[in-house]
């Protein structure tokens, strides 16, 4: 599975941005994950979006990216996109895509697949 991140750029304090994963596979059966590292340190989890019965994916999001992150996704197009409203300097980071078979997990051991990255800078 290859999956292609993009998005990323500059925005202010306050801002949106709207990342997107392309999944190179049939995506129904996998759960896709974003996660960012700043420089300087780990690599964390952002949010994830699992299969569903009902098509729309189950979400779960990092304490961070509650009420601001969305996760989404397009198992049509094989697309999932993170909208990220109300950006913070903090969230200056890497953004990767990752995907494993299955459920949803926060856990950076359990992705197989990686994306290259998508830098998001927040600065006014």
């Known amino acids: 599975v290859q999956l292609q991140a993009s998005g990323g750029g500059l925005a202010q304090p306050g801002g949106s941005l709207s990342l997107s994963c392309a999944v190179s596979?049939?995506?129904?059966?996998?759960?896709i994950g974003w996660f960012r590292q700043a420089p300087g340190k780990e690599r964390e989890f952002v949010a994830v979006?699992?299969?569903?019965?009902?098509?729309?994916?189950?979400?779960t999001y990092a304490d961070s990216a509650k009420g601001r992150f969305t996760i989404s996704r397009d198992n049509a197009k094989n697309l999932v996109f993170l909208q990220m409203n109300s950006l913070k300097p903090e969230d200056t980071a890497v953004y990767y895509c990752?995907?494993?078979?299955?459920?949803?997990?926060?856990?950076?051991?359990?992705?197989?697949?990686w994306g290259q990255g998508t830098l998001v800078t927040v600065s006014s």
């Open positions: 596979e049939f995506m129904n059966y996998y759960a």
């Open positions: 990752a995907a494993r078979q299955g459920r949803s997990s926060s856990w950076l051991s359990q992705y197989h697949y």
């Open positions: 979006t699992a299969p569903s019965r009902g098509g729309g994916g189950e979400t």
